[in-house]
């Protein structure tokens, strides 16, 4: 098994870290967090025009017919820049629509995704905070030839700029928590629909959307009635590898932080990289980084070769949703403090890592999922 990246992938992993480095540098990270959009409308429409935003999506629907290896190592160079955008909640909807939807939502979404016209937010946690089929419990009621919904969903990312909220909820109990599940394309405008800005410490665009009694159409189900777990859940297990890749690009500006703080700090008459305990501190962060990377490369290799992937995926996502927080308390010990102040780069980087940890699933999920994948 070959992981290194080919010719085009190594060209585009080039363009893209320079490209982000050059027109989204840690000042504009600040500054975006602050904002109210929380992203870059003119970064994002430049990233829609190097077809970044559909690069998985087929032609025909506005995309580039390209693969996970080429959109890792886009998501490589966000991690590495903190890059804010709502790419992954857009390619989460994507990817689900590509599997479950019709090909009239295919149509009208995805082409406008790629363009950078509209933005589609999944929801899918709610306030019992369990990730997975489980944790769905939202009721969806048929109506007068629609649905009602009724239920909060919670770390809704970028609501307040979708056009379309992509929701899971259950239309009828099942044998298995992944029966009864359909998924709706809800306008983000619908009457009954509350947006309420949440504070996290990433910094990050979270809402929280309250329905009451919110009414769709039998034309806004995705997929199948009761079925819309499984196209679902392999969009977010694709989103899950991405994240890795982010996590891996965030290692990789941590690691020569470290490195470089260390030549340059002082103590007792010698640098302190000099120091055994301090190389053990950094070589960690370098060993996080590389077993994640060599980990989440293999599942987007498999993806791409349209082999089974769940149990790589999830090796992969427990693994980094460790190591993203070892890595970073590495970081700190290195810094000894200096790196907690808001004016340190580091702080951003732990802050996002405590995201990262959980969102799309943490570690015991991932493990879980995996017991469940070797089982079949």
């Not at 290194?4 to 190594?10: A, L, T």
């Not at 829609?48 to 087929?58: E, R, S, Y």
């Not at 090796?315 to 993203?324: E, G, L, N």
Request: proline content about 3%.
């Amino acid at each position: 098994m070959d992981l290194s990246f080919n010719e085009q992938q190594r060209a585009l992993q080039k363009t893209a870290r320079e490209f982000l480095e050059s027109n989204c540098p840690m000042t504009q990270v600040r500054e975006l967090e602050e904002s109210d959009l929380g992203y870059s409308t003119e970064l994002w429409k430049q990233m829609a025009d190097l077809q970044w935003l559909g690069i998985t999506f087929p032609e025909r629907y506005g995309g580039a017919e390209g693969g996970m290896l080429d959109l890792y190592v886009v998501y490589q160079a966000m991690g590495r820049t903190l890059t804010p955008s709502p790419h992954l909640a857009c390619f989460v909807a994507g990817e689900t629509l590509l599997r479950g939807g019709n090909d009239e939502q295919r149509q009208r979404s995805l082409s406008a995704i790629a363009k950078g016209d509209l933005v589609i937010s999944p929801a899918i946690l709610e306030p019992s905070g369990v990730y997975g089929a489980e944790g769905i419990e939202m009721a969806a009621a048929q109506s007068n030839g629609g649905f009602r919904l009724n239920g909060t969903k919670l770390l809704v990312p970028y609501a307040h700029v979708a056009g379309y909220v992509l929701c899971a909820a259950r239309t009828r109990r099942g044998d298995e928590p992944s029966d009864g599940i359909t998924l709706f394309l809800v306008d983000a405008n619908a009457a009954g629909l509350t947006i309420e800005p949440l504070k996290n410490i990433a910094g990050y665009k979270l809402f929280a959307l309250t329905f009451d009694n919110v009414a769709v159409p039998d034309s806004a189900v995705v997929g199948t009635v009761d079925e819309g777990w499984g196209p679902l859940s392999e969009a977010l297990d694709r989103a899950a590898v991405l994240q890795c890749a982010e996590i891996v690009g965030a290692a990789e500006a941590v690691l020569e932080m470290v490195v470089n703080y260390a030549k340059e700090r002082v103590q007792f008459g010698r640098p302190i990289g000099q120091y055994q305990a301090v190389q053990y501190l950094c070589s960690d962060i370098a060993i996080d980084m590389h077993l994640t990377g060599l980990l989440s490369k293999q599942a987007a290799w498999r993806i791409d070769q349209g082999l089974p992937f769940q149990e790589e995926a999830a090796i992969a996502s427990a693994y980094a949703s460790k190591a993203v927080q070892h890595l970073v308390h590495q970081g700190q010990e290195v810094h000894a403090g200096v790196a907690f102040m808001l004016e340190h780069d580091m702080q951003m980087y732990t802050r996002r890592a405590k995201h990262w940890q959980l969102n799309l699933g943490d570690s015991r999920y991932h493990h879980e999922a995996l017991a469940v994948a070797m089982e079949l």
